[in-house]
């Protein structure tokens, strides 16, 4: 065997039996750098559920962007037919379509479930409506359109039908940003568990390294089973952490597709992909690798002050 592949096979050996060796002091900080990173990972994994449903709402009323204007109830036939011609003048919408209140009042009584309770009333609750379609769906110019509509005479209420996605969106969208920012400082906090434990590692081996020394070896074999080590002890709570995420992925399935269920919408909680665990995994691996190279290197470079 080559004898470069026979060192890092040995370097790698080492830093197993290292771990393997002693259970305890190689659990906790696997525990610990786990829990770091199943915090951005579980925020990652419930917004990549949530953002690909909120994008086809979005996609789905941006097609067809919509304000819904209601009449004022004791709003009279003729201003609404006022309304319909002011509406009609606006170069800026596409279509508009007139909802009586007597057709819905007659689709409200054809639902079983309300059709008692409608009868029972003394008359008729529900409003003329305007569903009007905007040419242009830029939210500006949705928004400056509902506040104009809803100054008119006899109106009662504008609603933008569109405007609570466009808000869960940008929410998502800053959850995304908060997550790679927590996952950014908790990789700090992982570089520096690696750094702390490695560190205990190279002081308890420090006369074995000067021996090493004394025999000619170069700073590159005694560091190479300690990064070995650190990116061990790096992948292993990659590995915990994906552990903790897809244990709350199934513990939260359930509850989550019945709330999702009660606003009629189909929403089943997936673990992470793929290519999102391999990213998790090879982060983890990488910061672990990382810590150990920077403790190693800094009693390598000053081994009389550690």
């Not at 110019?141 to 969106?169: C, F, I, K, Y």
């Not at 990659?238 to 359930?254: E, H, K, N, Q, Y």
Request: aromatic share 6%; hydrophobic share 45%.
């Amino acid at each position: 065997m080559n004898a470069w592949l026979a060192q890092h096979r040995d370097a790698l050996r080492w830093a197993w039996q290292r771990m393997y060796s002693t259970p305890i002091n190689t659990l906790l900080p696997l525990f610990a750098i786990g829990i770091m990173l199943a915090l951005p990972a579980s925020a990652l994994m419930l917004i990549d559920n949530v953002m690909p449903w909120v994008r086809n709402a979005n996609q789905s009323q941006a097609t067809t962007p919509q304000l819904s204007l209601f009449m004022k109830l004791d709003a009279e036939r003729t201003q609404s037919d006022a309304i319909a011609t002011r509406l009609r003048e606006l170069p800026e919408l596409k279509s508009i379509r007139f909802v009586s209140r007597e057709d819905t009042l007659k689709r409200m009584q054809a639902d079983p479930g309300l059709r008692d309770i409608i009868t029972s009333l003394p008359k008729n609750p529900y409003p003329d409506a305007f569903i009007v379609t905007a040419d242009n769906d830029a939210p500006d110019n949705m928004e400056r359109l509902r506040d104009t509509l809803r100054r008119w005479p006899g109106v009662a209420h504008v609603q933008l039908d569109s405007a609570w996605v466009r808000r869960l969106d940008a929410l998502l969208q800053l959850g995304r940003t908060g997550s790679i920012m927590l996952a950014t400082l908790l990789g700090t906090g992982l570089i520096t568990i690696t750094f702390t434990t490695l560190r205990l590692q190279i002081l308890a081996r420090r006369h074995e390294i000067e021996v090493c020394h004394l025999l000619g070896a170069t700073d590159a074999f005694i560091r190479r089973p300690f990064n070995y080590l650190g990116l061990l002890q790096g992948l292993a709570g990659g590995c915990v952490a994906w552990l903790i995420v897809f244990s709350l992925t199934l513990l939260l399935r359930d509850p989550v597709t019945r709330l999702a269920a009660l606003y009629d919408v189909t929403l089943v909680l997936q673990p992470l992909s793929y290519a999102k665990t391999a990213l998790l995994l090879g982060l983890a691996a990488l910061l672990g690798r990382l810590g150990a190279a920077l403790s190693i290197g800094r009693y390598l470079r000053n081994p009389r002050t550690d």
